[in-house]
């Protein structure tokens, strides 16, 4: 089956600096990546939508200045946290549709980040 | 935006099937039924997906009403690792509208030994 993979898989940062989160289709291409973000408890939120080559959506309420999306490659998207505080900290989860396929999303393992 | 309802959590016990309801009585005719999974602290898990058939992999099986308003996920012999959060989604057909996938609170189904 599709392999995503993510990395980190959990990062520990300081307030005001920034995060990179890599998001990796092993043995497919994927001409979009989405990107979700889930708190404690809670289910899955959709934060953007990324196309490769393209500027990424992003949902309402997401911030594009803060939550920097890059999808150079068909199987690379990055999500760059910015001036990462407290209330960022969060389970970050990619996920990847196979280019020219049409039924499934495939997750990655997701990175938890933590600001101090 | 949520099109689905599921109950809130269900206990099942070991080797004994689990069965999820999911009712999405206004599932339009372009809009599929798919089951995801997250078990804890991991990404979600595709298992399966249908449109008015029944449908069955290695992993469960998919009973979808004739009216096509409501859903079981059946996972014939549950084991501990089938422990998980289980959400039932609605989505469009792939390539017809947007491809994300809108999660709801989903079924914490727990395997009892």
């Known amino acids: 089956g599709a392999v995503v993979s993510q990395h980190p898989s959990r990062v520990i940062c300081k307030s005001g600096t920034s995060v990179k989160i890599e998001c990796r289709s092993l043995d497919f291409q994927a001409t979009t990546m989405f990107w979700y973000r889930q708190f404690p408890k809670q289910s899955l939120m959709l934060m953007a939508t990324?196309?490769?080559?393209?500027?990424?959506?992003?949902e309402q309420g997401v911030e594009k200045d803060k939550f920097l999306i890059n999808h150079a490659s068909l199987t690379l998207s990055t999500l760059t946290v910015t001036s990462a505080h407290p209330e960022d900290s969060s389970f970050y989860i990619c996920s990847a549709e196979l280019a020219g396929g049409r039924e499934t999303q495939y997750f990655g393992p997701g990175t938890r980040l933590l600001v101090l | 935006d949520a099109k689905t309802t599921q109950p809130p959590s269900m206990d099942c016990a070991e080797g004994r099937a689990a069965n999820l309801p999911c009712n999405h009585s206004?599932?339009?005719?372009?809009?599929?039924v798919y089951w995801y999974r997250q078990i804890h602290s991991q990404g979600p898990q595709y298992i399966i997906h249908g449109l008015k058939n029944n449908e069955t992999n290695e992993m469960a099986s998919l009973i979808i009403t004739e009216d096509r308003k409501s859903s079981t996920l059946i996972l014939p012999h549950a084991t501990l690792r089938d422990t998980a959060v289980y959400y039932c989604?609605?989505?469009?057909?792939w390539g017809t509208g947007a491809n994300n996938l809108f999660f709801g609170t989903g079924t914490r189904l727990t395997v009892i030994p």
């Open positions: 990324s196309n490769e080559g393209s500027k990424a959506t992003y």
């Open positions: 206004t599932i339009s005719g372009n809009e599929y």
């Open positions: 989604i609605v989505r469009p057909e």
